[in-house]
């Protein structure tokens, strides 16, 4: 079992960046791939990055890709999303996700809002 807590959400302009972060606990953080997912209303939950144990292999969706960029500090048990040059169309709650090796992402976040003002 591993417990993620997100933080970083906020009211920004378009072309504003944030950060968001994902402290986990519970279980060892390195045996988990670590992802962002993200849901605006009365769309379905969209997947936006995710982040091998090492932070050697990375995933980025196509709609975020050149300014959202995943990383993960393993020292802190940490992951993060910078996200650069926002829209209006990232306005979501982000969640934060962690799937261990040959599962699905099975643990989430509570999420954490981000509202991009145009």
């Known amino acids: 079992q591993v417990q993620l807590v997100e933080s970083g959400g906020g009211l920004v302009q378009a072309g504003d960046s944030l950060r968001l972060s994902c402290a986990a606990s519970?279980?060892?953080?390195?045996?988990?791939?670590m992802g962002w997912f993200r849901q605006s209303p009365g769309k379905e939950r969209e997947f936006v990055a995710a982040?091998?144990?090492?932070?050697?292999?990375?995933v980025t969706a196509a709609s975020v890709k050149g300014r959202f960029t995943i990383s993960r500090d393993n020292t802190r048990n940490t992951v993060y999303l910078q996200m650069n040059s926002l829209k209006p169309e990232d306005t979501a709650v982000y969640y934060c996700?962690?799937?261990?090796?040959?599962?699905?992402?099975?643990?989430w976040g509570q999420g954490t809002q981000v509202t991009v003002s145009s």
């Open positions: 519970g279980r060892s953080f390195t045996e988990y791939r």
């Open positions: 996700t962690a799937r261990s090796s040959g599962g699905n992402w099975d643990y």
């Open positions: 982040i091998s144990w090492s932070g050697g292999n990375r």
